[in-house]
Every structure is written in structure tokens, then in C-alpha cells.
């Protein structure tokens, strides 16, 4: 049967320690925390992206598999909380921060990703705009929006629980990140984080592409043990981030028409006061990506 993890909704820390070359072992370390109490939906963090687990008594559903090599903390992980085998992998997109655990799940596991990164993750299960997988408590709806930060990103809804992933399309608030070799563009970016805000209705909390956006501080002195659940981010943040992206791109256009180089538009940005919290650490990468654009 599933977890009793999933009947009393405890938040499992793991430390788990793999072989790694002679004479040293590398520490890998995956942290299992509940997204609500009773609930059968986790998060995994640690070792690249966010992973989410939603651990159900017919298999697991895993989403996003993080760095080569973290395949296997994350498997067990969920061992060391269900007797069910991971049935389906879906990937928001085929960075390998996001992907690159796959191949640690063998077996007949079937993988989900947009049809852009189909070939590059070894999806098996292709999506083009919309797919629903599941139905009730546990409905997983997949969206694809258009280019952002690659050209094949997947938006994860569970609807009935009012949860969402958007993968790297909100991988925190931060400057824009893109990868304009795997399709992406800052400007198209803001127009799908548009879209996103303004067509998906109904979710609450959501979950960001990368640590940085998920509050996960911890007591040291708590036992192994934590009832606990992490902050999520909530859509009126996704609302601003949508909000955020727009003016970015606006104010890069102004310096740009102005006649500034990247260096020099980077470096005197001039956005709202609301945003003066955001890492803005990749802005110069994000004014040089809209440079190119522009240029073509």
C-alpha cells in the first residue's frame, strides 16, 4: 500500500550517501517534504531543480528528475516512503538540471514532455499544447504556453489540489533565464508568463523551478522526523513575475533605443520599486539574450 506517508502526511529527511570514485565518497543529500498535511504530493529538494513526487496506490508520478546521478536519492526517497514503483516521469523541460535523473529510473516507466523536448529527455509520451493525465483529487493537467526559457515548457496544474509547477518559466524571482539555444527568448517569455497568469485559473500556492523560491528552513535540532511544509509561493506571484518580466523587457527596450551598450543597460536598470528584492544577479546575461534578439 502507499506510504503511510501518505496517510499521515509526514515529511521524511534523508541523507543518503553514494559510492563515488576510490579513496572518497561523494554526499548527496534529497530532502522529502510535504506540500499539505493528508496529502499524498511532495516535494523533493536538493541536487538541481525542484523534483515533485505525488505517491499514489497504483504508482508514483515524479516530475522533474534534477542532475545526472540524482535518479537514485530520488528513488530513494520515495522507497523509504511507498512500495510503489514510479510509473510515470514528466519533465517541464530537458535541461539537465530538470532531466537529468531519467535514466536512473528503469523499467517500464513512461515519460511526458513537450514535444520540443521529447527527444532529448527520451519522452515516450509527447505533449503539443494541453494533456490531462489522472482524474480526481489527483488530476494532473500539462500545459504548454510557447517559448520561454526553452521552446518545450511544461506548466504542471493539479487543479483539485490548487497547486502548480511552471518549472524554470518561474524558477524563482530573479532576473529572466533563458536558453536561447534550446529556443528560448527573454521576450517571448514575457508574452507566455502572460498568458499563464491570465489563462489558468483556480490555483493557489505554486511551486518554483529551483530551491531559491521555496522558504525550507529547518530547525537543526528537529528530529529526522518533520511535520512541516515549506512556503510556497502563491499566483499573485506568478501574476507579478508575469508582471515583472514585461517591465524588464520594456526597460532593456528603452536603454537599448537609447543607445546603450548591454553592459550599460544591465547595469542601470530602471524597474518599479516593487521588484528591489529580485536577484537580479543574470540580469546582464538576460539584457545581452534581448540584445541578440533585437538585433536579428
Not at 579513496?23 to 534529497?30: I, N, P, T, W
Amino acid at each position: 500500500m502507499v506510504a503511510w506517508a501518505g496517510a499521515v502526511a509526514l515529511t521524511i529527511f534523508l541523507v543518503l550517501i553514494l559510492a563515488a570514485p576510490v579513496g572518497a565518497q561523494e554526499k548527496r543529500s534529497v530532502r522529502l517534504r510535504t506540500l499539505g498535511p493528508g496529502d499524498i504530493l511532495y516535494v523533493l529538494i536538493g541536487g538541481g531543480g525542484n523534483t515533485l513526487a505525488l505517491m499514489r496506490d497504483d504508482g508514483v508520478v515524479v516530475i522533474d528528475t534534477k542532475q545526472p546521478g540524482w535518479g537514485v536519492p530520488i528513488r530513494e526517497a520515495i522507497e523509504a516512503a511507498t512500495d510503489r514503483p514510479v510509473t510515470t516521469i514528466i519533465n517541464t523541460h530537458a535541461h539537465a538540471d530538470h532531466a537529468g535523473g531519467n535514466k536512473d529510473f528503469p523499467g517500464m516507466v513512461e515519460i511526458v514532455a513537450h514535444a520540443n523536448a521529447a527527444s532529448a529527455v527520451g519522452a515516450t509520451r509527447p505533449v503539443t499544447d494541453r494533456l490531462t493525465l489522472l482524474s480526481g483529487p489527483d488530476q494532473i493537467d500539462l500545459y504548454y504556453f510557447g517559448r520561454g526559457h526553452t521552446n518545450g515548457d511544461l506548466v504542471v496544474v493539479f487543479p483539485q489540489k490548487r497547486l502548480a509547477y511552471l518549472g524554470d518559466l518561474f524558477p524563482s524571482k530573479s532576473a529572466p533565464n533563458v536558453d536561447a539555444a534550446a529556443g528560448g527568448s527573454v521576450s517571448a517569455l514575457a508574452d507566455t508568463l502572460r498568458r499563464v497568469a491570465t489563462e489558468i485559473k483556480g490555483v493557489m500556492r505554486v511551486v518554483t523551478g529551483h530551491p531559491e523560491g521555496l522558504a525550507d528552513a529547518r530547525d537543526p535540532a528537529a528530529t529526522s522526523v518533520d511535520i512541516s511544509t515549506p512556503r510556497m509561493m502563491r499566483w499573485s506571484d506568478v501574476e507579478e513575475y508575469a508582471d515583472f518580466t514585461r517591465d524588464f523587457v520594456d526597460a532593456v527596450r528603452k536603454a537599448k533605443s537609447a543607445g546603450k551598450t548591454a553592459a550599460d543597460a544591465a547595469a542601470g536598470l530602471s524597474l518599479p520599486d516593487r521588484y528591489r528584492d529580485y536577484d537580479m544577479r543574470n540580469a546582464l546575461a538576460a539584457v545581452e539574450a534581448l540584445y541578440r534578439e533585437e538585433a536579428r
